[in-house]
Nanobody
Framework: QVHLVESGGGQVQAGGSLRLSCAASARTSGSAAMAWFRQAPGKEREFVSG????????YYSDVVKGRFTISRDNAKNTVYLQMNSLKPEDTAVYYCAADYRINSGRRVDEYGYWGQGTQVTVSS
């Protein structure tokens, strides 16, 4: 069982940056795949970025590749999402997810643990 808490959301102008954090209540380093998803109003939750269980690789959706960077602080059991060059279409609630059964994943149903979400609003 792991509890995930996101923070760092807020409102920013287009072109700006934000860094999201996801603090886990239990050890995730080397044992859990972690990911960020987002959900805009009226849309389905979509994959943004993930980091493999073994911390070997990170991966991104095409719409954020080159602008967002996922990283992990194993000592703090925390995953970060650095978001640069933000666009209005990045506006959404961002969710952190974790799962101990998979090495990596891009689907919502692959993750068993979710945070409560943090709102990101990008104005033009």
């Amino acid at each position: 069982q792991v509890h995930l808490v996101e923070s760092g959301g807020g409102q920013v102008q287009a072109g700006g940056s934000l860094r999201l954090s996801c603090a886990a209540s239990a050890r995730t380093s080397g044992s859990a795949a972690m990911a960020w998803f987002r959900q805009a109003p009226g849309k389905e939750r979509e994959f943004v970025s993930g980091i493999g269980r073994g911390d070997i690789y990170s991966y991104y959706s095409d719409v954020v590749k080159g602008r967002f960077t996922i990283s992990r602080d194993n000592a703090k059991n925390t995953v970060y999402l650095q978001m640069n060059s933000l666009k209005p279409e990045d506006t959404a609630v961002y969710y952190c997810a974790a799962d101990y059964r998979i090495n990596s994943g891009r689907r919502v149903d692959e993750y068993g643990y979710w945070g409560q979400g943090t709102q990101v609003t990008v104005s033009s």
